[in-house]
């Protein structure tokens, strides 16, 4: 099973509303990341977990804020959002390196949310 | 730092023929991955590149790598419509999370 769940599959908020985007897997994988992409670009990584624990965030504003309350979900709380950040939200996981250094594996993303902000 | 190119960005090709898509990376790498995004959609895994000289096949596509030419080339065979969509090459930043994405090729390929 490669399946990463996401919901809402869509979401429309206003700048001053406060929603949550959630993201599920059941692959035992223990990292754990949020990508942000616009129309015909690549995906941007966001933030990444490893082992429920805050590995990277790549300078993203704080209206965006991640968590991870175990190790199968991840939640990204978005708060005062602005027309610009209007976009597909994906959840990607995958599995970890042994021992000290972190390895890059192969990530499976799940199917996306699509934020509209008004 | 580490760049990674696609080229071309954009194919219009038409069924039943052969083309393949280039992606060049900049610095040591040993991985390399293709994914396939359709429209409206998200990423799907199509293959992970290991080593130097790896190639791997699924269906009508087959990935190369040559880490010293530091390129990967995904070959599309025989091509059919299904295969329309837009390809993503990525390369890890050794010893940590992060992907460097290529810009994507957009394939059209028409019936």
């Known amino acids: 099973d490669t399946e990463v769940t996401q919901t809402p599959k869509h979401l429309v908020m206003g700048m001053t509303n406060k929603k949550s985007l959630k993201c599920e897997q059941h692959m035992g994988h223990r990292a754990m990341y949020w990508y942000k992409q616009k129309a015909k670009k690549p995906p941007e990584l966001m933030f990444v977990y490893s082992y429920e624990k805050l590995s990277i965030n790549e300078s993203v504003p704080s209206r965006f804020s991640p968590e991870c309350p175990n190790s199968s979900l991840l939640n990204l709380h978005l708060h005062a959002l602005q027309p610009e950040d209007s976009a597909l939200y994906l959840c990607?996981?995958?599995?970890?390196?042994?021992?000290?250094?972190?390895?890059?594996?192969?990530?499976?993303f799940g199917p996306g949310t699509r934020l509209l902000v008004l | 730092e580490l760049k990674v190119e696609q080229n071309p960005l954009f194919l219009s090709m038409q069924e039943g023929k052969n083309y393949t898509i280039y992606c060049n990376y900049s610095?040591?790498?040993?991985?390399l991955y293709w994914y396939r995004q359709d429209p409206g959609k998200s990423l799907e895994s199509l293959f992970v590149?290991?080593?130097n000289g790896a190639v791997k096949q699924e269906g009508r596509l087959m990935a190369s790598l040559d880490t010293k030419a530091r390129l990967s080339t995904l070959h599309i065979t025989a091509a059919v419509h299904d295969l329309s969509a837009t390809y993503f090459c990525?390369?890890?930043?050794?010893?940590?999370?992060?992907?460097?994405w290529g810009a994507g090729t957009k394939l059209i390929i028409k019936p």
């Open positions: 610095t040591t790498s040993d991985r």
């Open positions: 990525a390369v890890d930043m050794d010893s940590n999370y992060q992907l460097i």
């Open positions: 990607a996981s995958s599995q970890v390196g042994q021992g000290a250094v972190a390895v890059q594996e192969t990530q499976y």
């Open positions: 590149l290991l080593s």
